[in-house]
């Protein structure tokens, strides 16, 4: 299997679909998905986030025919190196922080980071299933953006000692910060008082990388 089209159609086939059902739960036309699958267009950011959240497809066999997810060591075209901090983050109760961690380099397709600056990125990798409902599952690398920092967005935050992946809620009125799974599983943590000042957001995720 060498090329994107095939790549394509093999995830359609293998979901079952027509052209026609598989375009219409991408969100496109039939006539782009078929483009695509034809090697007559590329796939679109939107349609490669697609493609990974909603059929869990790892972006790097989709644009290279292999896993690259891997640590590398050289930048090319394609791909965006970014730091893998070897610190595992916790979609669950907390990963204890490393004082020194280990860090490599993940390659990212550069689609996948337009308009955030990768000398600003950095990448972990979950550990839990705290956040499945958005998608992210144990394992999964994540990348975030450590020059946003506002709450109310799904961020990598470091909490008394522990790394976690939370979406991060802010009430002004009662001064509180509440840290919120995707997981029925783990209730709201509510952050107040003195608390609020262990905790700091490294940065809001970007994209989340499966890996086969």
């Known amino acids: ?127 839990g299933d705290s956040q499945k409902d958005r998608q992210i599952f144990d394992r999964d690398i994540v990348v975030y953006d450590t020059q946003d920092v506002a709450p109310e967005n799904l961020s990598v935050v470091s909490l008394a000692g522990q790394l976690v992946i939370k979406y991060v809620a802010v009430d002004r009125l009662k001064d509180t910060l509440s840290l919120l799974s995707a997981n029925e599983a783990f209730p709201p943590r509510v952050i107040k008082g003195s608390e609020l000042e262990s905790v700091k957001i490294e940065g809001k995720v970007i994209v989340n990388m499966h890996r086969m």
Not at 15 to 43: C, H, K, N, P, W
Not at 103 to 123: F, K, Q, T, Y
């Open 1 to 127: 299997m060498t090329g994107r089209g095939e790549r394509y159609s093999a995830i359609r086939k293998k979901v079952g679909m027509t052209q026609s059902e598989f375009a219409e739960s991408l969100g496109i036309s039939q006539g782009y998905s078929s483009q695509i699958e034809a090697e007559a267009r590329e796939a679109g950011r939107e349609v490669l986030e697609k493609l990974a959240s909603i059929y869990h497809v790892n972006i790097n066999w989709f644009l290279y025919g292999k896993d690259t997810s891997e640590s590398v060591d050289a930048s090319d075209d394609f791909n965006v190196f970014i730091p893998l901090i070897q610190q595992e983050v916790a979609a669950g109760r907390g990963m204890v922080i490393e004082d020194f961690p280990t860090i490599n380099r993940v390659a990212v397709p550069r689609p996948l980071v337009v308009g955030h600056n990768p000398d600003h990125l950095r990448a972990v990798i979950v550990r």
